[in-house]
């Protein structure tokens, strides 16, 4: 029977020979504009999807294992029909990798032509197939058979709507490209498996879905010698030869089309592929890697809370009305570990020492100069003088003001000081380890912490090794991603805890001074001067009085503490009451207009936040069976597809 699906070759004319020589020309001019414009012959333009196939034949030989495990050989053998133009080299064929969720152990045997000549392949895997690309050195033509020879176990399920096990196949696949004119199976059982069989067979023909059945026969029996008696099934002992042959045949079936078998089998017939999460040697050493992670980060934890636990300080925290005497405000930041407020604090402590003198003004305007309403606020820093100031405080001066420290110079703070904030950042640097080396903070901690991290993170490399081999054999669901993300949560817990530097016993006593600081700072008016005029208080201060100007020179210098705590918008508040209240103001700031206590306040913590932002960071810029009437085709294992190339 003619193959509908290979067009006819067109019928010749009856022109005349002077008529088909220029019909010759023409089609030479035509063919030439086509390379030209086209730039390449046609079949550098040709489809290589477009042929097709004049058969497809599979051969299944259906086993079972000494442990019960379904075994399958396939043999398959495409003839393609290629044209006769230079468009294909060979084909390529995308087999499945996965039935109902688990690895098969796919090999593949061979690759040969009709006569059993090998021919060449390179297989490469995606996410759920095998492709095995078959190609030629040079292009070919007319017909041109490949067979293809593989292994797989576990091919088979158990469906719980029938209860039976099925060998339930797709054949050649719902995503090939080609018709196929003529497509034949062959399925052979094996002899011990024969008295397993229910009767119950299926098969549907059509595109992926297609419930439109076809004829599945049996087409009697083989033999096998090597076949042994099987008792196993409940019946009587079978024939050791005999095997159980199931057959079908469909004709024209057009691209995407599939034909899928099905073949019924008494339940539990087969062993089914053990997915738990401990029947395999990989998650059995995820979970050994597992528990010793967990084992670091407790001994991490344990580690935080007792060699790295800060001294103890003072029993009691008791309210500081006066500055720590001989720390500046760089080591308080790191001490506090306010590090990012340490630029903004010193910046005020400089002022209320009268070093140096800030300035608000209108942006773009020197000075001095007379402000614009509606204008952004910027601050100047103007140089008074140097003295009191000790080395890691005149570092940072020389950085504001260049290294002579002269009288009077000027400095803008601007947003984006690049410049600024690298000297800054050294700065902090610096002071961190001077923190260590006057012994705030106990030094030689980290290399334990080291080990705990490098035990972490070899361990997490094990777990995420071993979770991606349970994984690809779809061994216990998500148990092994849970593994992984254990295994990241303990890195984090061991960097959240084994890395600190303990304050020492002197690091403690000024965490706990500064704190009474704070606690000074947060109480009501009526406490803060029963304190100052307590015996203590005005032993302390020397304010045996309510003289509210030696307490505003008292307030003052605790608003660069008030900075480093965050609380400096209060303080400013309760010192800018006490000027206005006085009739004064401070001589160390300016502002753009006449003196207020509330705008004073506002333009100390608009200071404090700008120079925060700018000078905080880095200084760099910028499923159913079958047989229970749910089949289809397209449902089953196997299947894939084909194409050209």
């Known amino acids: 029977m003619p193959n509908a699906l290979v067009p006819a070759r067109p019928a010749r004319s009856g022109r005349s020979g002077a008529a088909s020589a220029c019909a010759l020309v023409a089609a030479f001019v035509v063919a030439l504009l086509a390379l030209v414009l086209l730039g390449g012959t046609p079949a550098a333009r040709a489809d290589v999807d477009d042929f097709t196939f004049a058969s497809f034949d599979g051969r299944y030989e259906l086993g079972i294992d000494e442990e019960g495990h379904s075994t399958l050989t396939t043999v398959e053998e495409y003839v393609a029909v290629f044209p006769e133009i230079d468009q294909n080299k060979g084909i390529r064929r995308a087999l499945p990798l996965r039935y109902q969720g688990h690895p098969t152990d796919l090999e593949l045997v061979s690759v040969t032509d009709e006569n059993g000549a090998p021919r060449p392949f390179e297989t490469e895997t995606d996410d759920e197939n095998l492709i095995v690309t078959i190609a030629a050195a040079d292009y070919v033509h007319g017909e041109q058979s490949y067979v293809l020879t593989y292994t797989q176990r576990d091919v088979t399920g158990y469906f719980a709507d029938t209860d039976d096990d099925e060998f339930y196949r797709d054949t050649n696949g719902t995503i090939s490209a080609q018709p196929i004119a003529v497509h034949t199976t062959t399925t052979i059982v094996a002899p011990e498996l024969v008295s397993a069989l229910t009767g119950e067979t299926g098969c549907f023909v059509g595109p992926e879905g297609s419930t439109e059945t076809c004829e599945i026969l049996r087409a009697g029996v083989g033999t096998s010698d090597d076949a042994?008696?099987?008792?196993?099934?409940?019946?009587?002992?079978?024939?050791?030869?005999?095997?159980?042959?199931?057959?079908?045949?469909?004709?024209?079936?057009?691209?995407?089309?599939?034909?899928?078998?099905?073949?019924?089998?008494?339940?539990?017939?087969?062993?089914?592929?053990?997915?738990?999460?401990?029947?395999?040697?990989?998650?059995?050493?995820?979970?050994?890697?597992?528990?010793?992670?967990?084992?670091?980060?407790?001994?991490?934890?344990?580690?935080?809370?007792?060699?790295?636990?800060?001294?103890?300080?003072?029993?009691?925290?008791?309210?500081?009305?006066?500055?720590?005497?001989?720390?500046?405000?760089?080591?308080?930041?790191?001490?506090?570990?306010?590090?990012?407020?340490?630029?903004?604090?010193?910046?005020?402590?400089?002022?209320?020492?009268?070093?140096?003198?800030?300035?608000?003004?209108?942006?773009?305007?020197?000075?001095?100069?007379?402000?614009?309403?509606?204008?952004?606020?910027?601050?100047?820093?103007?140089?008074?003088?140097?003295?009191?100031?000790?080395?890691?405080?005149?570092?940072?001066?020389?950085?504001?003001?260049?290294?002579?420290?002269?009288?009077?110079?000027?400095?803008?703070?601007?947003?984006?000081?690049?410049?600024?904030?690298?000297?800054?950042?050294?700065?902090?640097?610096?002071?961190?380890?001077?923190?260590?080396?006057?012994?705030?903070?106990?030094?030689?901690?980290?290399?334990?912490?080291?080990?705990?991290?490098?035990?972490?993170?070899?361990?997490?490399?094990?777990?995420?090794?071993?979770?991606?081999?349970?994984?690809?054999?779809?061994?216990?669901?998500?148990?092994?991603?849970?593994?992984?993300?254990?295994?990241?949560?303990?890195?984090?817990?061991?960097?959240?805890?084994?890395?600190r530097s303990p304050l020492t016993a002197k690091g403690a006593e000024l965490r706990d001074y500064v704190e009474g600081i704070k606690m000074y700072i947060e109480w009501a008016e009526e406490e803060r001067f029963r304190v100052l005029q307590s015996p203590e208080g005005a032993l302390r201060t020397g304010i045996d009085a309510p003289d509210r100007g030696q307490v505003v020179r008292l307030y003052e210098k605790l608003l660069p503490y008030a900075v480093l705590l965050g609380l400096e918008t209060e303080w400013a508040k309760v010192l800018g009451t006490y000027y206005e209240n006085l009739g004064t103001e401070p001589d160390w700031y300016g502002g753009s207009t006449g003196f207020n206590s509330y705008l004073f306040a506002s333009s100390i913590s608009a200071l404090s936040s700008s120079t925060v932002s700018a000078f905080s960071g880095t200084s760099s810029s910028s499923s159913s069976g079958f047989s229970g009437g749910g089949g289809s085709s397209g449902g089953g294992g196997g299947g894939g597809g084909v194409g050209g190339v």
């Open 228 to 499: 042994e008696p099987d008792t196993t099934s409940g019946g009587e002992p079978t024939d050791p030869t005999e095997t159980a042959v199931f057959t079908t045949r469909n004709e024209d079936l057009g691209p995407g089309e599939n034909v899928t078998i099905g073949i019924a089998f008494q339940p539990h017939t087969f062993t089914l592929r053990d997915t738990a999460y401990l029947s395999a040697a990989s998650s059995w050493v995820q979970l050994i890697a597992t528990l010793l992670a967990l084992l670091v980060a407790a001994l991490s934890i344990v580690y935080r809370v007792t060699v790295l636990r800060d001294a103890r300080g003072r029993p009691v925290v008791v309210p500081e009305f006066t500055t720590p005497p001989g720390v500046d405000l760089m080591l308080a930041s790191a001490v506090m570990k306010r590090p990012t407020r340490a630029a903004a604090a010193s910046f005020v402590d400089f002022a209320v020492r009268r070093n140096i003198q800030i300035l608000e003004q209108d942006d773009a305007l020197a000075p001095g100069a007379e402000s614009a309403p509606g204008s952004k606020a910027v601050y100047w820093l103007r140089l008074l003088t140097a003295e009191g100031l000790n080395a890691a405080e005149l570092e940072l001066a020389r950085g504001l003001f260049g290294p002579e420290l002269a009288s009077g110079a000027w400095r803008e703070l601007k947003a984006k000081d690049t410049e600024l904030a690298k000297q800054i950042q050294a700065l902090r640097a610096s002071t961190r380890k001077r923190v260590l080396s006057e012994g705030y903070f106990r030094s030689g901690t980290a290399w334990r912490g080291s080990l705990l991290l490098i035990a972490a993170f070899v361990l997490a490399i094990v777990s995420f090794i071993t979770g991606a081999m349970s994984l690809e054999a779809a061994l216990g669901g998500p148990l092994p991603v849970v593994a992984m993300v254990v295994a990241i949560a303990v890195i984090v817990v061991v960097l959240a805890t084994a890395f």
